[in-house]
Structures are given as C-alpha cells and as structure tokens.
C-alpha cells in the first residue's frame, strides 16, 4: 500500500472523528450543568487514559519483552523512560513556548509581544504534538509491518 494514501486516509478519518465529535454540541439547545460536564469529561479522561495504557504502554511492553537486549523483568523500562521523556519534552515546551490558557486568558512561558491570537496557536499546536507523533508513528508502523493495521 502506498505510504502517501495511508498517510492522508490516516488524518482524514482522524479529523472526521474529531469532526463528528465535536458536533455533538450543536444537538444541545443550552448549556450543560456543572455536573453533566464533570461527568462528561471524567468519561473523557478514562478514555484516554485507558487508551494510553491498553493501546500504547502494554504493546510496547510486549514488544521490550521481545528484544534479545531485555529481560522480561525489565521490559517496563523503554515505556516508562519514553513516558518520562515524553512529559518532560511537553514540560519544557510548556514553558519556553509563550501561549494561553483557553478559559481563563491566562498567560505562560516568556513575556512576548505576540497576539492573543498567536499565543493561543501556540498552545493548541503543543497540545496536537502528541497526537501527531502517534498518528505518524502508527502509519509508518503499520506500513513497516505490510499493511497490519493493528498499530492504527
């Protein structure tokens, strides 16, 4: 299969997903209450956290199981130091990449004479890092394995 074709069929299901998603508020008339929202977001949050662990951190164990260079008792070690160095990238460009905090207006990192506009950009792009980073690396790993979508 061709990587270009994969590529974009991988981002557009990705962003008809995100799409469709985000729609949903169109099909409510008011705001939601405090507690709807909490549990609408505490439903958010477990999703990606079970997706995180169950997609991503027990594959890669399994697979660190696999390496002639690990011991079963050590293949936690790869996920975890790519976990840590993961939040510690995203800490830093926290903090070194002037941006705004959507609710409360709230700004971080340098002082800059940037627009809201741009610092606002800046923190959507730090938060879609992550998801770009996994999209890319599920495609090239599906295309290495001829075609197994099971990392998509």
Not at 47 to 72: R, T
Not at 122 to 134: D, K, L, Q, R, Y
């Amino acid at each position: 299969m061709d990587a270009t074709f994969v590529s974009i069929f991988c981002l557009a299901l990705i962003f008809l997903s995100t799409s469709l998603g985000s729609a949903l508020v169109f099909f409510f008339k008011r705001s939601f209450s405090d507690k709807i929202g909490n549990v609408i977001i505490g439903l958010a949050s477990g999703i990606m956290v079970s997706a995180s662990f169950f997609g991503l951190l027990l594959p890669s164990m399994e697979l660190a199981k696999q390496s002639q260079y690990l011991s079963d008792y050590l293949s936690f070690l790869p996920p975890l130091l790519g976990f840590l160095l993961g939040g510690f990238l995203l800490y830093i460009m926290d903090k070194l990449i002037p941006h705004l905090h959507l609710n409360s207006g709230e700004e971080e990192g340098p002082k800059t004479k940037l627009s809201k506009n741009v610092k606002f950009f800046f923190a959507v792009t730090i938060h879609n890092i992550p998801e770009g980073i996994s999209v890319g690396l599920a495609c090239g790993l599906s295309l290495a394995n001829k075609g197994d979508a099971s990392y998509i």
